[in-house]
Structure formats: C-alpha cells, structure tokens
C-alpha cells in the first residue's frame, strides 16, 4: 500500500538547477518542460518566481539518484543470487567425489 503513495521530491534524473520543476512534473505525471514553462510564465506575471523557486529548493527533499536507485536494484539481486546458490549447495556437494589428499 505505501508503494501507491506517491511523494513529492527534487528529481534526480531531470534537473536544470535544483530538480524543482523536475520533481513537480513527476509528481503529476507531466512534462517538465511545461512545468517550467509555467513557473517562468508565474514568476513574471505574479513576481518572486526566484524566491518561491529557492524556497522549494529548501523545502522539498532530494530524491535518491539513479546510482543510488542502482545500488540498491544490485544489492537485492545480490542477496537473491546469495539465497539460491546457499540452497543449491547441499546438493552440489553430495555430487562432488573427495579428492585424494595423499598428492
């Protein structure tokens, strides 16, 4: 159920500057180039794009980056490898013969 829940984060991937904008389009599944287009649009029509930019930057945490994303992808793969070659090898070692230790 936590995986449905979507959190709103600095991209990673997509980033100009800081990944607000990027984060934003990811969180409603649009394209970052409008939602940049908009925040310029907003900033002059309104005022204080800048500071507002700045204080998301502060605000909306980072999200993990894709080597970090990576790592963990191999780390569980990793672990998964590890499981299946610890259950195989009881019968592997039943089907190896010992060697002669006399050499």
Do not use: Q
């Amino acid at each position: 159920m936590s995986d449905d829940v979507k959190k709103l984060h600095r991209s990673a991937d997509d980033r100009w500057l800081a990944g607000v904008c990027g984060g934003i389009a990811e969180y409603f599944n649009v394209d970052s180039t409008l939602v940049r287009v908009l925040f310029v649009l907003f900033g002059f029509a309104v005022g204080g794009g800048i500071l507002i930019y700045i204080i998301l930057w502060i605000i909306m945490p980072e999200a993990p980056d894709a080597a970090a994303k990576a790592d963990l992808f191999m780390e569980d793969t990793a672990e998964a490898e590890a499981e299946e070659v610890t259950e195989a090898e009881p019968e592997e070692a039943a089907d190896v013969e010992p060697e002669d230790e006399a050499k």
